[in-house]
């Protein structure tokens, strides 16, 4: 039985336990999708095969009391296997209408799994959906269920086959994060429960009416002005026309756009309330910068010759913080 009211420490607490029953170890990666669920973002986890990327999605979905589906990116994908169809349909009368069959889209939280294995085309299908929180058809709105939370996975090594999303489709994404390996004990404790007896399936500990009381109350913590200058100045100083910075000149081919600040100041938010604070500090910015800025800070291929690396920038940028 889900509890009717809680504090954000209580749901934080049965959100983490239930996932961890099946996910061991990946704490930052399960805490920075609780932060994009409570700042309303979409997420895309980047790792290698193997790492439970889907089946981390799955548990949280399954910890939600939220619909859920997956949906599976192939070359051969089309949009409407996305966002639905219309289809003609005969009556008693024999009176013959269209109407729109709806797609997998329409759900609380979506697992958009390898979504660079489709191309342009469908994963372009997301785009008003992630943006927009609706779709449309035929010049009719189709609004999408609130909330809509859309996890997509990602291959980083394997190249033939896919498609890599255009930076339009990269800036609808809350959070860029990348899923590492496990621990030694942690593997080995991984490997253990995969040769133990199945577990029962994870119930629903969180309801909808806790998520959107949440994400409510996030909206409300208080950012000082200081903290929207300072953010402010690294949007401008990521951009390499006007920087300061000699890296950034050098190495950026393209700063990040004004939705990156106020991302960050989303997600800075979301982290301040789960950890219980009624304001945000730049410790809650330093932690949300990465994976806000990762995918939006796109570097040049002397950047890539020197093995300058994207997080090295950002740490520039985040001494603007001081």
Do not use: W
């Amino acid at each position: 039985m889900i509890e009717a009211k809680s504090t954000i420490a209580e749901f934080r607490s049965r959100l983490k336990s239930a996932v961890g029953r099946r996910i061991v170890g990946q704490e930052e990666v399960l805490d920075q999708m609780t932060v994009a669920l409570i700042a309303g973002g979409h997420v895309l986890l980047i790792g290698v095969p193997g790492l439970a990327k889907t089946l981390m999605v799955q548990s949280l979905a399954s910890a939600c009391d939220l619909s859920f589906s997956r949906i599976q990116f192939t070359p051969d994908l089309m949009p409407s296997d996305i966002i639905g169809t219309e289809i003609l349909v005969e009556d008693a009368d024999r009176r013959r209408e269209f109407r729109f069959q709806r797609g997998p889209v329409f759900h609380s939280i979506i697992l958009a799994d390898e979504i660079n294995r489709t191309p342009p085309k469908t994963q372009a299908a997301l785009l008003e959906a992630m943006q927009e929180r609706k779709i449309t058809v035929a010049g009719t709105d189709h609004p999408l269920p609130d909330p809509f939370f859309v996890l997509a996975t990602q291959n980083p090594i394997e190249q033939e086959g896919t498609y890599p999303l255009p930076e339009a489709q990269l800036d609808r994404f809350l959070f860029s994060i990348r899923v590492g390996y496990p621990g030694e004990e942690e593997e080995k404790l991984v490997l253990t429960r995969e040769s133990a007896p199945a577990d029962a399936p994870i119930q629903p500990v969180v309801s909808l009416e806790e998520i959107k009381h949440f994400q409510r109350q996030a909206r409300e913590i208080l950012v000082a002005d200081s903290l929207v200058t300072a953010v402010v100045r690294m949007l401008r100083e990521s951009r390499p026309e006007g920087s300061s910075i000699p890296e950034v000149r050098r190495h950026v081919r393209l700063g990040v756009g004004t939705r990156a600040g106020t991302f960050l100041l989303m997600a800075a938010k979301a982290r301040a309330l789960l950890a219980d604070r009624p304001h945000v500090t730049p410790e809650d910015l330093r932690a949300v910068a990465p994976p806000v800025l990762s995918h939006r800070l796109l570097m040049d291929f002397t950047a890539e010759a020197e093995g300058v690396r994207s997080a090295q920038l950002i740490d520039r940028l985040l001494d603007l913080l001081a």
